[in-house]
């Protein structure tokens, strides 16, 4: 496992949990079909078949009949060889969202089996590199420019070996290989693109003081990135910092903390990386799987009617208004992504209260039947009749937090002709991009 403010000197191996204690699995099919030179520990077990049939029975793994604590399979070399994978069936994709669904994965390294609380975990232990080539790998099509999926590759690597969030630790493995830490299907979503994003870039990191950044990224800073604290809150993260996203300075020294600014900034468009005039909007979806058809991120508006809005936020705060008087701006970050809001509501007996909502995730939580783009919005009250508004409009700008790399502004970027170096200087300012092992 990686240890939190170790740079390593070789290539590390990281544990990847498969199947969760979570997901209450209590079975398991692995075809080593593919993989004819592998190991099994303990040696005992008859190895008759490469298809085995796990089953949890009570504290013990029953694997084609034979009782065991554990199973580990272990592969003689690991290089990367596509071909040899151990394949395990069924596996969890899209833990706890509606999407969520049992898929097949090719895995390379090595799998451990074990029970936990009367479920399945099952960990995959690989070289980094290898994870590296098999993550995000649905962001980077064959489309993109080697210059975005090197940056993305570095921007992952720096941000398992900063190993800050640690989710997993009390379960032994460094992240899961879902969207809580980040999508791993084995090789099933490898390509071409991810492969050389690796090879070309391994071993390199961005270092700031000595110690690995914690790079953050997210899909659209709308134009202008935002800062770590605004987020999360916390001292300042000195690569983190508000700025521009664009090579001239304009609205440079405009803080977009403020009403006014905000206003007059999100109802333009002032030209960015991540603005339609570098990435066309309807060309997105060819360079970013992920995303929906409408397409429209760095600009976007969002409707609500009076009793929409009011049964939304009676839906996720169980708020029990009447009406929606008024949501009140309190407090916006340097992007002007609101981290801080106040409704003002009526209640059944017509009385006037008011709920505050403390941070930028709430506020996208609470603002739309799914999750709202950015907290980067203004509020037009409309159709007042007796200080009651009918219509509610959002104006919005970017997609996710803002903070770190910007995905849509470093495709600009690419496509501009910027270096991968070049975009991480941008993205990280200060940061140092350094190679730690060979
Ligand atoms: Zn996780
Ligand atoms: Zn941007």
Same mark, same amino acid.
């Given at each position: 496992m990686t240890e939190r403010g170790q740079i390593p000197e070789v290539e590390p191996t990281i544990r990847v949990g498969i199947i969760l204690p979570e997901d209450r699995q209590t079975n398991v099919q692995l075809d080593l079909s593919n993989l004819p030179d592998f190991q099994i520990i303990p040696g005992k077990l008859p190895v008759e078949s490469p298809r085995y049939n796990i089953e949890v029975e009570q504290d013990f793994l029953l694997v084609n009949g034979s009782r065991l604590d554990k199973l580990h399979i272990r592969r003689p070399d690991t290089g990367?060889?596509?071909?040899k994978t151990i394949a395990v069936h069924p596996v969890v994709a899209g833990r706890g969202f509606h999407w969520e669904k049992k898929i097949r994965v090719n895995l390379l390294g090595d799998l451990e089996l074990t029970v936990h609380g009367g479920s399945l975990l099952v960990i995959n232990t690989l070289p980094l590199e290898q994870y590296l080539m098999c993550v995000a790998t649905s962001e980077m099509n064959a489309a993109c420019p080697s210059a975005l999926i090197q940056s993305q590759t570095i921007a992952a690597r720096s941000w398992m070996l900063a190993n800050v969030e640690q989710k997993h630790r009390d379960l032994g493995f460094d992240v899961c290989n879902d969207d809580c830490c980040q999508r791993y299907q084995g090789t099933n979503e490898l390509t071409r693109q991810a492969l050389d994003g690796a090879l070309a870039t391994r071993g390199q990191v961005l270092l700031y003081e000595n110690a690995i950044c914690d790079t953050r990224y997210s899909k659209?800073?709308?134009g202008m990135t935002e800062s770590f604290e605004t987020i999360w809150g916390g001292d300042a993260i000195p690569y983190l910092p508000v700025h521009?996203? /664009?090579?001239?300075? *304009?609205?440079?020294? !405009? =803080? !977009? =903390?403020?009403e006014t600014n905000a206003a007059r900034w999100i109802q333009s468009a002032p030209p960015a990386f991540c603005g339609p005039a570098t990435v066309p909007e309807d060309s997105l979806i060819r360079y970013l *799987? =992920?995303?929906?058809? /409408?397409?429209?991120?760095?600009r976007w508006k969002v409707k609500y009617t009076q009793s929409e809005i009011t049964e939304l936020f009676n839906l996720k705060l169980n708020l029990q208004a009447a009406n929606v008087i008024k949501i009140i701006p309190v407090s916006r970050g340097g =992007?002007?992504? !609101?981290n801080r809001i106040r409704i003002q509501y009526t209640d059944g007996n017509h009385e006037i209260k008011s709920r505050e909502i403390t941070s930028e995730y709430e506020i996208r939580r609470i603002l739309h039947p799914r999750f709202l783009y950015s907290s980067a919005f203004i509020i037009d009250h409309q159709a007042l009749d007796n200080d009651i508004p009918g219509k509610f409009t959002l104006w919005g700008a970017g997609w996710g937090h803002g903070v770190g790399l910007c995905q849509i502004g470093a495709l600009g970027m690419a496509l501009k002709g910027y270096t991968a170096p070049a975009i991480l200087a941008h993205y990280y300012p200060g940061s140092e991009l350094t190679k730690i092992y060979s």
């Open positions: 990367i060889d596509l071909e659209s800073c709308g521009r996203d /664009s090579e001239n300075n *304009g609205w440079k020294d !405009l =803080s !977009l =903390s403020t *799987g =992920s995303v929906d058809k /409408s397409g429209k991120y760095y =992007s002007g992504r !609101l």
